[in-house]
């Protein structure tokens, strides 16, 4: 299934350390399948794939199917976990251009996201492109309070509303939320919106495979029982607590021990556009699940061989605090080749008869060994190819590394204090009631 390679980055290890970890990765594959860790509460994605609502799954699918009918246009109102998984699988699975393709090629509706910012730019515009078109909406969060998606909905609920009216905009709204709190959840079952329901044990950023991504991951066409066995055939590959025998440890232990060797930085690096906001739902799955207590790698990401036309120099040169995991599909779903030209103007024809992803594959080879060369450790995780069932693997995969990479570390996992920060100061300056005196104690510090 996924291949792991770590032999790129073995210099920059010393040679016993990985053996040395064997013991901690055995405890914290105990902690947690024992569920004795920190954050033991929000461990339900550990075994969802096995124990989801089939009754729920199904009403998923006629949803969608509904929705499919019914509408040229889905909004997905949603932020954070709540959001970058649906993208995720959308960006890397489906066309390129999927939004912009014609109804000839396309008979799925456009997707598009909203509640991600706060942009009024952003809304103005996502109007223009509504206009005239049938919408429904698929409002997503967990806390149900969520300022960004709350204020996008009571926008587009209202336009909608407006355009076809109260009644007929029930129809078109879905919503995704706890099963009792929130104030989503009161207004859902106030105004009688069709609901699916996020589990009380499963973290945003650990939810792609609940209700919150399966839905509008559903509506494009996605085959999400391909999704979810794919998930379900990795739970059990990764389930071997022995870390020689487990790729998903042996990735999880490997970033461990070069942040261990200063190297602070994980630069997810892909040479396909698709896997772009995959590498985004990655960023926020390590980045919130391990940046706590003054600790934590710092994810990020770069698309080659566009950056390397601009973040090319730093990584072969720069401080030397990095280093790559290169995320790769083996067979592309398409190729294209290079025909030879008789004037050979260009100098090209040293490539006539060879396909792109042969050139592709070769830039990533030469690529990897100059950055290697240059002091840049390279992790590899390939997958056979891009379909749903390998998608649903890698998110696996990589829900379980972060698992285990944090209590690696020695936090935990599964919580987030540190974004409350903004959002108390946010609703404080914004005139929340009960913030009066933070309020006032923030503007002094803006005027001083
Ligand atoms: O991983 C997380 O918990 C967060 O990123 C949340 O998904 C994000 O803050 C959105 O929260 P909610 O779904 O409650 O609106």
Redesign the pocket.
């Known amino acids: 299934m996924i291949h792991f390679d770590y032999s790129h980055a073995r210099s920059f290890i010393p040679a016993d350390e990985m053996k040395q970890l064997a013991q901690p990765v055995f405890r914290a594959h105990e902690m947690l399948h024992k569920k004795t860790g920190p954050g033991n509460d929000f461990l339900g994605w550990v075994d969802w794939p096995m124990t989801y609502d089939v009754a729920e799954f199904d009403r998923i699918k006629q949803a969608a199917a509904r929705i499919q009918a019914h509408s040229d246009v889905l909004l997905v109102i949603?932020?954070?976990?709540?959001y970058l998984g649906t993208k995720a699988a959308l960006d890397f699975l489906n066309h390129s251009f999927y939004n912009l393709l014609p109804a000839s090629k396309r008979n799925t509706p456009e997707i598009h996201f909203v509640g991600n910012n706060i942009s009024p730019v952003y809304l103005a515009h996502l109007t223009d492109v509504l206009e005239g078109k049938r919408v429904s909406i698929n409002v997503?969060?967990?806390?149900?309070t969520?300022v960004e998606?709350a204020i996008a909905f009571r926008l587009f609920r209202d336009w909608l509303e407006q355009k076809i009216g109260r009644e007929a905009a029930r129809e078109r709204i879905y919503v995704t939320t706890d099963k009792s709190r929130g104030a989503l959840r009161k207004l859902a079952d106030e105004e009688g919106y069709e609901t699916f329901v996020i589990p009380d044990d499963i973290?945003?950023?650990y939810s792609v495979l609940t209700p919150v991504g399966l839905l509008p991951i559903a509506v494009s066409g996605i085959d999400i029982d391909a999704l979810m066995q794919g998930a379900l055939d990795a739970r059990m590959e990764y389930l071997v607590p022995d870390i020689q025998e487990n790729v998903c440890y042996q990735y999880a232990a490997t970033r461990n021990l070069l942040y261990n060797n200063g190297k602070q930085v994980e630069l997810m690096v892909s040479y396909e556009p698709r896997f772009r906001s995959f590498a985004e739902w990655w960023k926020?799955l390590f980045g919130?699940s391990e940046g706590k207590e003054g600790k934590g790698i710092f994810p990020a990401l770069a698309e080659f061989s566009a950056d390397l036309h601009s973040m090319g120099q730093y990584i072969q040169d720069g401080q030397r605090l990095l280093f790559e995991t290169v995320i790769t599909v083996k067979s592309p779903a398409l190729d294209v080749n290079i025909q030879p030209d008789v004037a050979d103007s260009d100098g090209l024809n040293f490539l006539a008869g060879k396909s792109m992803d042969y050139v592709n594959k070769k830039a990533y080879e030469g690529t990897m060994l100059a950055h290697v060369d240059g002091g840049v450790p390279n992790l590899i995780v390939e997958i056979p190819e891009a379909t749903a069932y390998h998608l649903g693997s890698l998110f696996y995969f990589f829900e379980k590394a972060c698992g285990i990479s944090g209590y690696l570390l020695g936090v935990n996992p599964f919580d987030?204090p540190g974004?409350e920060a903004y959002k108390a100061n946010m609703l404080a300056l914004l005139g929340k009631p009960g913030y009066e005196l933070q309020k006032a104690e923030l503007e002094v510090r803006l005027r001083a």
């Open positions: 949603g932020i954070g976990g709540s997503i969060s967990k806390s149900g969520t998606p973290g945003g950023r926020q919130e987030q974004v």
